[in-house]
C-alpha cells in the first residue's frame, strides 16, 4: 500500500509540471496570436484611412491662387496657368507634371522646372530657374524680322516670352541669328570678356559670316569655320594690347583674322 502511494505521488510530481508548461506556452501562443490580429485590423483600418483621404484630396480641384511659384519675380501663377496648357481649376490627381513641367519649358523663358503635387492642403508647388538673356538680337525668316533676346548658350527666346523675365544688363546686340550658328555665339559670349574691349554686336551675314564689333575695332572678320573660332578670339584680345593706340577705339579700324596666324588691319569704312 505504501509501495503503491509513493508511485501514484512519484508520477503525479513528474507529469504536472510538463502539463502547466503546456498550458503557458498555449496561452503566450494565443496572446501573440491576438496581438498579430489586432495590428493587422489596426494597419488595415489605417490604409483604408490614409487611402480614402489621399483619393479625396487628390480629387480636389486646384485653382490659380492654389498655385504656388518659386524663383521668379515676373512669372506668377496666372502666367503658369496660361503656358501649361491644361484647363484650370483641375482636379490634383489629374494633373500630369511632367506634361506640365514640358508646356512651361516651351512657353516660358526656363531651364528648368520642377513641380511637387501637395495633398494636405492641396496645392501645386513650381520652382523655376529662369533663363538670363544677356543679348539682344534680330533673325530673319519668311515672315520678316523678328525681334528677341539670346541666352549664354545662344538660344533665341521669343520677345514675348523674354518679355517675363530681367533684359540684359549691358547692351549687346546680335543681328541675323541663326539656329545653325547657335554654337559660335555660344563660344563668343562665353569669352566676350577676354577680348581686351567690350563686345557690342555679334553679325551673321546670309553666307554665314560672322563679324564681330567691340569697342576697340569697328569691325572684326571671322569667316565661317568655327574650328577657328577659339583661336581667333584669343587673337582678338592680343592685338588688342599690342596695337598702338591710334589704331584703337576710332570708327576706321578693323581686321580680318579669317587667318588668325595671319591677322590683316584695316583701314575702311566698308563695314556699317
Known amino acids: 500500500m505504501k509501495k503503491s502511494r509513493e508511485r501514484h505521488f512519484s508520477k503525479r510530481n513528474f507529469s504536472d509540471p510538463k ?5 503557458k ?19 488595415t483600418s ?15 480641384p486646384i485653382h490659380t491662387e492654389q498655385i504656388q511659384v518659386k524663383g521668379s519675380k515676373k512669372i506668377g501663377a496666372q502666367s ?16 500630369n507634371p511632367k506634361e506640365v513641367e514640358l508646356n512651361l519649358l516651351k512657353n516660358l523663358p526656363l531651364n528648368r522646372v520642377s513641380i511637387r503635387r501637395g495633398l494636405f492642403p492641396p496645392n501645386l508647388e ?22 528677341g533676346m539670346l541666352d549664354k548658350e545662344g538660344f533665341w527666346i521669343p520677345l ?22 547657335r554654337e559660335s555665339i555660344s563660344i563668343i559670349l562665353a569669352n566676350r570678356e577676354k577680348l581686351g574691349s567690350a563686345l557690342e554686336k555679334i553679325t551673321l551675314t546670309p553666307n554665314g559670316e560672322i563679324i564681330l564689333k567691340t569697342k576697340a575695332f569697328k ?12 583661336e581667333q578670339l584669343k587673337t582678338i584680345s592680343q592685338l588688342s594690347k599690342s596695337l598702338p593706340s591710334s589704331f584703337l577705339y576710332t570708327s576706321k579700324t578693323s581686321i580680318d583674322i579669317r587667318d588668325p596666324k595671319k591677322p590683316e588691319l584695316q583701314l575702311s569704312k566698308t563695314f556699317e
Open 126 to 147: 513650381i520652382e523655376l530657374q529662369e533663363k538670363k538673356p544677356i543679348a539682344f538680337a534680330k533673325r530673319r525668316s519668311s515672315k520678316g524680322e523678328e525681334q
Open 219 to 230: 569691325a572684326i572678320y571671322l569667316g565661317r569655320n568655327i574650328l577657328k573660332l577659339k
Open 80 to 95: 503658369i496657368v496660361n503656358a501649361s496648357e491644361i484647363g484650370f481649376p483641375k482636379a490634383l490627381i489629374e494633373i
Open 160 to 181: 514675348k516670352i523674354a518679355n517675363k523675365i530681367e533684359p540684359p544688363v549691358k547692351p549687346l546686340y546680335v543681328d541675323g541669328w541663326m539656329a545653325s550658328h
Open 46 to 60: 489605417m490604409s483604408y484611412g490614409l487611402s480614402f483621404l489621399f483619393i479625396n484630396a487628390g480629387r480636389q
Open 19 to 23: 502539463s502547466s508548461q503546456n498550458n
Open 25 to 43: 506556452t498555449d496561452h503566450q501562443r494565443t496572446h501573440y496570436q491576438l496581438i498579430i490580429l489586432w495590428r493587422l485590423i489596426l494597419y
